[in-house]
């Protein structure tokens, strides 16, 4: 069984920084591709970000390129998302999730595709 606690979120201004974090326990990270969606109110959850399991090639949504870096430290079992530049429409539940993956370079942009979830991380931008 997977574990991943995410950490991180917060309420900050409109143009600020924040930098998630997600803690993946229970079985050799390495072996996971990780993904980072989001959720709003009363709306339908989204991706943000992946990265394939040796961290050599990431993807992101168009709402978010340029601003949002996702990467990893395999070493520390953490998936991390780097938000700059963050504007009210980025204000959602942040997860992290996971999917066990034999190839190297692959990500994953579909939520049905993951097979671990964590609980979320709040992320408010307003002023």
């Known amino acids: 069984q997977v574990q991943l606690v995410e950490t991180g979120g917060g309420l900050v201004q409109p143009g600020a920084s924040l930098r998630l974090a997600c803690a993946h326990s229970?079985?050799?990270?390495?072996?996971?591709?990780m993904g980072w969606f989001r959720q709003a109110p009363g709306k339908e959850r989204e991706f943000v970000a992946g990265?394939?399991?040796?961290?050599?090639?990431?993807t992101s949504a168009d709402s978010v390129k340029g601003r949002f870096t996702v990467s990893r430290d395999n070493a520390k079992n953490t998936v991390f998302l780097q938000m700059n530049s963050l504007k009210p429409a980025d204000t959602a539940v942040y997860y992290c999730a996971a999917k066990v993956v034999i190839l190297f370079y692959t990500t994953y942009d579909q939520a049905h595709e993951y097979d671990y979830w964590g609980q979320g991380t709040q992320v408010t931008v307003s002023s």
């Open positions: 990265i394939s399991k040796n961290g050599n090639k990431t």
């Open positions: 229970g079985r050799p990270f390495s072996n996971y591709a």
